[in-house]
């Protein structure tokens, strides 16, 4: 029987060799027709879940493939996917079954060699993941046009468009964007009238055509365009948080020079551009980088340009195209009953309308006030979906959840002991307080832009929520835990990444494909690669922008070079164990706080320079990991490397200029922008997160916190190095346990507070488990036709909506006042009455007597 002590001698075949022996390329028709028919039809019957356009590749695979080569490749898959959680259990163990022989199996001679044979093509000529083949092609014809003028016309004014658009909402709550599911909607059409009315004008060069009109609008047209725009189809950190920071006078109140602004937002925005092209090898080439929230993405273009055969799938034959416009319609017109017409069906508090005046009640099952412990929280796809419910995997939602409720169980124990004095602060809010019980004013502890100890000791140090501080706690111990954890478990792909890495920069002839022999990986290495030394030129470009920003604005910056280097450097240390965790599960381990910290430590006191490293830190690493997954996008769908990276190198300069324009626009025309009482709705909830970190960790700096009040912070990075210690021993001992248990991903979820609650969580949770786990366990055939197009259907459709919504019944409000919308705001948990547990003392003040805070 093949069981975990199989000898290495019979096992060790390495992925390359696989490749030699059986080529990828190569396809090999059936001479039998009598036996291709009889495979045809087991296919059709059988566990063989790939679309009729695909069938006819993988019958020429399989009746082209011996019983001993099958087994073989089978034998490596075992070894390669033993502790894969993505690789779907069921076919790990049927896989086991077919390599120990008939018998064993349990099958006719004639079916067992057909299901040997099938698996072994399924897994080793497309993909080992029933979600990766649902949405590639297991072939590929480098002559389809990819990269061409009319590309590059409708990416940069798409990523003009909704770049500009995000950065005008995106101080306003709630915020308005145009998704990349909405722009690949009218990608499509504006593509395919390019190629009606554009001439054909153009020359050759070198026996390659260029032209205006190549003719047909082709998939890799319409996924080159989507890369591009959907790796800059947002605003940057650096507008969105950074420079409104230092400007408005109720934070820092900074002048900020045009100067400084692009320097700023150039440097740290290629920052991550250039990281990702050093992060390929661990989380582009590997197999096992699934990256699930990509999927969506790719379903929706393929249903949009890709033909189908007509198939009749567990009783439904209505087409992808069809199917999606049929709930993109649907999702468009249902939204706007839970954001316009009956509101209480998002925020479906319901649990609070039994007693509106009752506090305990509020924060218990709140949706706004409290934490949100509700089992029938909205009917909203916006938040039904706010952790991607039906593109992450269902073993990392339920993680998480499991996570973010045992950290609402620590919440309500802080809370109702009043721990910290936290009784005294909202339960779950995001915003610092003084000891008035008012925002805390940071121009009242600053001299010179720096911190003042005589004004502090004076003034009030800053009081957290329970909920804020569950979530920085949670921060503190998973950095050590993700870091330790994570190394430790994928430690052999990480330092394989830096040895390929190490290669390709002192061997120049070495292809970045080289040890990478999966089919996805052959059929790319067609295409010429871009080098690592482009990337590592523009890490130094960036660098370069960087020291001449922050030496030419010592005002604004107040940060000396070196402190640059040393939060990049523990930046990318920090990347490598992120960005697989990601790839892997769909979720991210943000490092934010960690690069406020560092800064803290480093410049105590000084503000400013603590967002000015905050920046770079954050940018490094978001940006980093949104070019990656575009770059896994451009993997899957066979598009020519270097026409992606020169795609994304001036998509995110447009980006850059755009942001900056807007921005400025906004600082000089918006009255009373990011005022509480705002007309517009422009109070910018964001940036309260901003500036009372910068606070924190900056002014106050973490020696003060971690020394005062909240000791309890620095006691959480040892808790999470030592969680990680036991829980990767444990997981050796346990593997089957903690196939599906993930520390990291707990440890994660109890962070997810503040302002956020369980309403955004739970009915993820039913949708995951229905979609993610029942559907695609029970009816693989429908889960790979039509899930990720459901996604992309409905995120379309409240996209979509949301703009119509806005502009023509909310940007000059027409308010519809009745019970269903009111109902909502009319008690505690919307803001009337009791906030807190205790009220403010009669002396005026609470918390720590002065002169007693550090």
Not at 349 to 365: C, D, E, F, Q
Not at 606 to 616: E, H, I, P, Q, S
Not at 740 to 760: D, E, K
Request: one cysteine or more; glycine letters at 6%.
């Amino acid at each position: 029987m093949y069981s975990e002590d199989y000898s290495e001698k019979q096992a060790d075949v390495s992925i390359t060799d696989l490749d030699e022996k059986y080529p990828a390329t190569v396809v090999v028709s059936a001479d039998d027709a009598t036996i291709l028919e009889r495979y045809t039809e087991k296919a059709h019957n059988g566990h063989l879940n790939v679309a009729a356009r695909d069938l006819e590749m993988v019958m020429d695979k399989i009746m082209s493939i011996s019983a001993e080569q099958a087994k073989e490749i089978l034998i490596h898959a075992i070894e390669h996917h033993r502790d894969d959680i993505n690789f779907p259990v069921d076919t790990m163990d049927r896989i086991i079954l077919l390599v120990d022989g008939p018998l064993s199996y349990g099958q006719d001679i004639e079916t067992y060699d057909f299901d040997l044979k099938a698996d072994a093509c399924l897994i080793h000529y497309f993909s080992p993941y029933p979600e990766v083949r649902c949405v590639t092609d297991p072939y590929d014809d480098p002559a389809i046009t990819c990269e061409s003028f009319r590309v590059y016309m409708l990416a940069i004014a798409w990523t003009m468009l909704s770049t500009g658009v995000s950065q005008f909402f995106i101080f306003r709550q709630p915020s308005i964007s145009i998704t990349s599911s909405v722009i690949q909607l009218f990608l499509f059409p504006l593509g395919k009238l390019m190629s009606y009315i554009l001439p054909d004008w153009g020359f050759t060069f070198r026996g390659t055509r260029y032209t205006l009109n190549p003719g047909e609008w082709t998939y890799k047209e319409q996924m080159l365009a989507t890369v591009m725009v959907n790796v800059a189809n947002a605003s940057t950190y650096v507008a969105e948080s950074i420079l409104m920071t230092q400007h408005l006078d109720r934070y820092y109140g900074y002048t900020i020079p045009i100067g400084y602004q692009f320097l700023l937002n150039f440097s740290s925005q290629y920052f991550g551009f250039a990281f990702a092209g050093v992060l390929r090898r661990w989380v582009i080439y590997p197999v096992r980088s699934i990256w699930p929230t990509t999927l969506p993405t790719l379903a929706l273009n393929r249903a949009l340009l890709k033909p189908e055969k007509a198939e009749k799938i567990n009783g439904w034959s209505i087409s992808r195209y069809r199917f999606f416009c049929l709930v993109f319609i649907l999702s468009f017109l249902y939204f706007w009953i839970p954001d316009y017409l009956f509101k209480a069906l998002s925020t479906f508090n319901w649990m609070t309308w039994i007693k509106p005046t009752s506090h305990t009640l509020a924060v218990i099952g709140g949706s706004t006030l409290g934490i949100g412990f509700n089992p029938i929280p909205s009917f909203d796809w916006n938040i039904l979906n706010y952790q991607n419910a039906l593109s992450i995997p269902f073993y990392s939602q339920a993680n998480q959840v499991i996570g973010t409720f045992l950290g609402g169980i620590g919440i309500i124990g802080m809370y109702f002991t009043n721990f910290h004095y936290s009784s005294y602060v909202p339960v779950n809010t995001n915003e610092l307080l003084d000891r008035y019980s008012e925002q805390f004013n940071v121009t009242k502890v600053l001299t010179n832009g720096l911190m003042d100890e005589a004004k502090y000791k004076e003034y009030s140090p800053p009081y957290y929520s329970a909920g804020f501080m569950m979530t920085y706690g949670s921060y503190f111990a998973m950095y050590t835990l993700g870091l330790i954890y994570i190394f430790a478990k994928e430690w052999k792909p990480i330092s394989q990444g830096v040895r390929d890495f190490w290669r390709a920069l002192v061997t120049r002839r070495s292809a970045n494909y080289d040890a990478f022999k999966d089919h996805n990986s052959v059929l790319m290495s067609k295409y010429k690669e871009v080098p690592d030394y482009y990337y590592l030129g523009i890490l130094l470009i960036s660098f370069t922008l960087g020291v001449i920003c922050v030496e030419v604005y010592r005002e604004q910056t107040q940060t000396p070079v070196y402190a640059i280097v040393v939060v990049i450097l523990a930046t990318f240390v920090f990347l490598p164990p992120i960005v697989i965790l990601r790839s892997i599960t769909g979720w991210s381990l943000q490092i934010s706080v960690m690069s406020e910290m560092i800064a803290g430590f480093m410049l105590p006191g000084n503000g400013m320079a603590n967002l000015v490293l905050k920046c770079y830190g954050t940018e490094a690493e978001s940006q980093s990991e949104g070019f990656v997954q575009d770059l896994k996008i451009a993997h899957y769908a066979r598009l020519p490397p270097r026409a992606v990276f020169r795609g994304q190198l001036v998509a995110t300069f447009i980006q850059c200029i755009t942001s900056i324009g807007v921005l400025n626009w906004q600082m000089a025309n918006i009255n009373g922008l990011c005022e509480t009482d705002q007309a517009d709705k422009f109070t910018c909830p964001g940036l309260k997160t901003c500036f009372s970190a910068s606070v924190v960790w900056g002014v106050i700096g973490p020696l003060r916190t971690f020394r005062g009040l909240y000791s309890l912070f620095a006691w959480c990075f040892l808790i999470g190095g030592g969680l990680a210690v036991v829980c990767y021993f444990l997981s050796l001992k346990f593997p089957k346990v903690f196939r599906y248990f993930n520390p990291v991903l707990v440890v994660g979820g109890m962070g997810l507070w503040a302002p956020y609650n369980m309403s955004y969580y739970t009915g993820g949770l039913y949708l995951s488990f229905f979609f993610m786990h029942y559907i695609r366990r029970r009816y693989v055939a429908w889960w790979e036709k039509y899930n990720y197009v459901l996604s992309a259907a409905l995120t379309a459709g409240v996209a979509f909506s949301a703009i119509i919504i806005y502009f023509s019944v909310q940007y000059h409000a027409k308010t519809i006042s009745w019970w269903g919308n009111d109902v909502i705001s009319a008690g505690v948990d919307g803001g009337v009455g009791q906030q807190t547990r205790f009220a403010l003392p009669e002396k005026g003040w609470f918390g720590l007597e002065p002169g007693e805070w550090k």
